[in-house]
């Protein structure tokens, strides 16, 4: 992440794995009152910088982008800056090495007391390779009581799998990074998933493909 002379602000989108693998997931804030970005040692690692050795800026970061990938990134780097909201990508990013790590992008609008929106934050998700262990190994890593409460993890990592089209590995990355940078225990936060997804409403065509799928038609 960039330099900001702020230890707590730092601290406050810097993961630190505790599944043996930190630089899978990390996050970013960007600043519009001045055009600034920041992001964690970790999304510094994806694209191939030791931490706090380079200031990230929008030119920067869309260098990084793969050519095919450039124009749709761009655009949406553009209403980050400009319109706000939420938004996601999946694109390919090259690391100084030139290396391609293929990443999913998730974000969301900063508000201010006002309800002024004040720029934006999410975080990456390095999807370029799946790790062998599985959830059960990893969250046993996590604390050993965490057995008990391993099938609201499951289920939460598997509402992460659907939505962004990810591995088991990762999707449990998010929830361990999403717990520290939240100050929440891993089961608890996996509930309040799971009880805040219990309330949508999948579209009927969806639904009706889901059942296509299930009943094997």
Known sequence: ???TGDENHHSTIEPTSETGAPHRVGGFRYHRHDDRWEWSDAVAHMHGYAPGTITPTTDLILTHKHPD???HVAHTLDAIRTAGGPFSSRHRILDTTGAIHSVIVVGDSTIDDNGDITGSSGFYIDVT???ESTI???VDHI???LHHFRGAIEQA???LMVIYNIPADRAFDILVWRSQETNTKLRDLAAQLLN???AFELPL???TEFDHILLGT
């Open 205 to 207: 065509p969806l639904r």
């Open 1 to 3: 992440m960039s330099e």
């Open 129 to 131: 390779d799946t790790l």
């Open 143 to 145: 604390a050993a009581d």
């Open 157 to 159: 990592k598997g509402m």
């Open 69 to 71: 990938d450039r124009p």
């Open 136 to 138: 059960a190994d990893t």
């Open 196 to 198: 805040r997804a219990s």
